[in-house]
């Protein structure tokens, strides 16, 4: 991005438009009101003269409208990712792009692994099948250690996962693009093109926290899928746009995995219709892994504008180019 101008702020109150194509926005409405008391607030369907808006707060914004923001300031992406303005193809490029920096999200994203890897690992789900036809059947019990847990991306969220499901006993794995340094102890590390087979042969579940980018979209395929261990369980916390849909369905179907909990989907909300719902051996859960509480994003919003109008580079400021 090119260097940030200062900005003069006027008299005027800040106006701040809350936009998505997939989300009510709506509930953010009272945060936003208690954090900027004299905000402006856009959002729904009749968003005023758009020559007013300072900043857009955005989850799948719709498409051209940030482009016709002409005094925009500051985009600010509701999540950690940005891989959502892709759908916008007149991404405005002057305006300071800005993700979520959520210190609660690491917390809320571990105890949802967590979760996930226990609730297949331990046959959790053949036990409420049981239990609520009242029969009482046992499960093989597999311990911790016999059980190797592979966390794709080592960022903030990764290395908090394998961290906690090291503490539990499994034994835990990570792979990132380029090699990390001070991992936890215990964690077994690989990273590049060159280390993934190896990394891929050793999981009983591969967890998918990686960042979406061009080189990480469809990541989630049949040929990987066939490098795994076979039997092996899926957990997807990344974007939607990392699995190959049909590959997932073919690989469930043959074997190849035994079962996958999905969090993220390339079409939010997920279709009713949609095949994913009904599959014995999939978990489906409406993308709440971590979830960023209204008041932290209306703090950051604002936050970020003051920095841009003291002619400063806000923290949390993303490069488009990389994604993150």
Not at 57 to 69: E, F, G, I, R
Not at 144 to 149: F, S, T
Request: glycine residues 8%; negative net charge; hydrophobic residues 40%.
């Amino acid at each position: 991005m090119s260097a940030l101008p200062a900005v003069i702020a006027s008299e005027r109150r800040r106006c701040v438009a809350l936009l998505s194509s997939v989300l009510d926005m709506s509930y953010l409405a009272s945060a936003f009101r208690q954090v900027m008391p004299d905000v402006d607030l856009r959002f729904g369907a009749d968003l005023g003269s758009l020559d007013d808006v300072d900043a857009a707060v955005c989850w799948y914004p719709p498409p051209h409208v940030l482009a016709s923001m002409p005094h925009l300031k500051l985009v600010q992406s509701l999540g950690a990712g940005i891989d959502h303005f892709h759908t916008d193809p007149h991404l405005p490029q002057t305006p300071a792009l800005c993700r979520i920096v959520d210190t609660d999200m690491a917390g809320t994203m571990t105890a949802y692994v967590t979760w996930a890897v226990i609730h297949r690992q331990r046959s959790m789900g053949h036990y409420l099948e049981s239990g609520a036809g009242a029969q009482w059947q046992e499960q093989p019990i597999v311990p911790p250690g016999r059980h190797c847990v592979g966390i794709a991306g080592l960022g903030t969220l990764g290395v908090a996962c394998a961290q906690a499901l090291r503490t539990i006993g499994y034994r835990v794995r990570g792979w990132s693009r380029s090699a990390k340094a001070d991992l936890p102890d215990g964690i077994e590390s690989f990273h590049g093109p060159e280390g993934l087979d190896a990394f891929l042969q050793g999981c009983d579940t591969l967890v998918c926290l990686l960042p979406l980018t061009p080189q990480t979209q469809g990541f989630l395929n049949a040929e990987l899928f066939r490098r795994l261990p076979k039997g092996a369980h899926l957990v997807n916390v990344g974007r939607g746009s990392h699995l190959v849909e049909p590959d997932l369905l073919q690989a469930l179907e043959d074997g190849t995995l035994s079962a996958a909990t999905l969090d993220a989907f390339a079409q939010e909300p997920l279709p009713s219709g949609h095949p994913f719902w009904r599959h014995p051996r999939i978990v489906v859960t409406p993308h709440i892994a971590a979830r960023t509480e209204a008041i932290a994003i209306a703090r950051q919003t604002r936050d970020n504008l003051d920095a841009l109008e003291r002619g400063e580079r806000p923290a949390a400021i993303v490069n488009p180019k990389l994604g993150y």
